[in-house]
């Protein structure tokens, strides 16, 4: 019988209240929650397909499935990108907690994710039956041969981009153990250095031109305003992909025709996305600026939605502090021991919260 750790998030109840008793009210960048509006057209979008009598499609529409592939052509230069490798899913969160079981992970494997990283790696290999290995690089992992190797970049939650040449590497190792390598995408248009611009594990600099082993995880959560949605996509290697649909159509993991409507439109369109990316720099860089002043140091941040911060203290002890200003922010602790003396800071909240953020730092 598999064991979980307690939810996280429980653990900031305390400081929560504290904060919420601030008299300007919480300020609460714990949680990377979008706040702006859904897109119109994909509001509009859903209501057309509100009348939905029928089962949709496990693998999706022809018409979502060309928007997600014509998307990673356009926006993430993956040319080898083919509709027929598109498999939506209900929320990448999802994907994330079951890929090890629906991969067919057990006892005897590992399942490898950075030291650093979101809890639902670790979760998915414990629901999986499998061996959570968390790791700093793989050449430290020894003698493992894992089955199944997370990348993510950009973080979550350091917002590290890791270059072409890294993940290339990555890639030549595990294709030479036989593992898969997923790649969590879901920061991929929020880079913020321009240096040093995030790129998937598709893209032909780092596959060379060969999809083999390799999955990549891309949702409209962030993007495109849509949590509420639960929307996003598995796409790479076709066999595997393959393999992942079959499982899920006796599983019954299938995306609501409505929303499949919407996730279509939302991929098409790029005007929205670009609005705001523009909103999360404004507020990036007010709090950014605001948390130095504060004399906290910022590490890495280069792409994603948040910032990683120190006053190099236990974490705990940040919070505390914070949340006597009323502001919220997850201590790094959440996302593995190496955090220990971090801070994550969302600025996916309103541009009211975030200035009374800044004047309160």
Request: aromatic content about 8%; glycine content about 8%; proline content about 9%.
């Amino acid at each position: 019988m598999f064991t979980l750790p307690d939810f996280p998030w429980d653990r900031l109840e305390p400081y929560k209240r504290q904060a919420t008793e601030h008299p300007g009210g919480i300020v609460d960048l714990s949680v990377g929650t979008p706040v702006d509006p859904t897109p119109e057209p994909v509001r509009a979008a859903l209501r057309a397909a509100a009348d939905a009598p029928g089962y949709p499609a496990t693998y999706g529409t022809p018409r979502l499935r060309e928007a997600a592939a014509g998307w990673l052509r356009r926006r993430a230069g993956v040319s080898g990108a083919d509709p027929a490798a598109i498999l939506p899913v209900i929320g990448t969160k999802e994907l994330v907690a079951w890929l090890p079981t629906l991969l067919g992970a057990g006892p005897d494997d590992h399942v490898v994710f950075p030291e650093l990283a979101y809890p639902t790696y670790d979760v998915g290999a414990r629901l999986a039956g499998a061996r959570p290995v968390r790791t700093d690089g793989l050449l430290s992992l020894g003698p493992v041969n894992p089955k199944i190797v997370w990348v993510n970049s950009p973080s979550n939650p350091t917002g590290k981009v890791l270059p072409a040449e890294h993940l290339r590497k990555v890639v030549a190792w595990a294709r030479g153990r036989g593992a898969v390598v997923v790649s969590d995408e879901c920061y991929l248009e929020f880079g913020w250095d321009e240096a040093n611009p995030p790129v998937s594990v598709l893209h032909p600099d780092v596959c060379e031109g060969s999809h083999e082993g390799l999955l990549a995880i891309n949702s409209l959560s962030k993007r495109s305003n849509m949590a509420g949605y639960r929307a996003g996509f598995l796409t790479g290697d076709p066999a595997l992909v393959k393999r992942l649909l079959e499982v899920r159509k006796h599983a019954g993991m299938i995306v609501p025709a409505p929303v499949q409507a919407a996730m279509a439109v939302a991929f098409d369109d790029d005007a929205h996305v670009d609005e705001q990316r523009a909103r999360y720099a404004r507020r990036r860089a007010a709090l950014r600026a605001a948390f130095e002043g504060h004399g906290f140091r910022v590490d890495h941040s280069e792409a994603s939605l948040y910032l990683w911060t120190t006053r190099d203290e236990p974490c705990w002890d940040t919070v505390a502090h914070l949340a006597s200003l009323g502001v919220l922010a997850a201590p790094g602790e959440f996302y593995g021991p190496a955090g220990a003396r971090h801070v994550r800071v969302a600025f996916t909240a309103t541009d009211e919260r975030v200035a009374a953020a800044v004047e309160r730092l």
